[in-house]
């Protein structure tokens, strides 16, 4: 079992940032690919949709492009922790943005089935 734990939520107005951290507990990080995904609060039905990625040991990322450019996604395995710095925020990038953990010594996926544990989320509000 793996417990994740996000935090750095928070209202920002566009053009800001914010740094999201997941802290991950239980089992050894980097035996983990990390993701990030969102899901829209007015959208609570549909499937929550992929932001990043990165491998075991940082060397491969994946990003969405809405965000290419916007969002770095990093990981630093002796903390535990997977971070999602977020610049020139926009306000459809308003949503509840979780971590996952993919237990898999595969590919990191953007399909969030792909992933075995997930975070409570945290709040990102962008205003316009």
């Known amino acids: 079992q793996v417990q994740l734990v996000e935090s750095g939520g928070g209202l920002v107005q566009a053009g800001g940032s914010l740094r999201l951290s997941c802290a991950a507990s239980?089992?050894?990080?980097?035996?983990?690919?990390m993701g990030w995904f969102r899901q829209a609060r007015q959208a609570p039905g549909k499937e929550r949709e992929f932001v990043a990625f990165i491998s075991r040991f940082g060397g491969t990322t994946l990003y969405t492009d809405s965000v290419k450019g916007r969002f770095t996604i990093s990981r630093d395995n002796a903390k535990s922790t997977v971070y999602l710095q977020m610049h020139n925020l926009k306000p459809d990038d308003t949503a509840d943005y979780y971590c996952?953990?993919?237990?898999?010594?595969?590919?990191?996926?953007?399909?969030?089935?792909?992933?075995?544990?997930w975070g409570q989320g945290t709040q990102v509000t962008v205003s316009s």
């Open positions: 996952a953990a993919r237990n898999t010594v595969a590919a990191g996926t953007m399909d969030p089935k792909g992933y075995d544990y």
């Open positions: 239980g089992r050894t990080f980097s035996n983990y690919v």
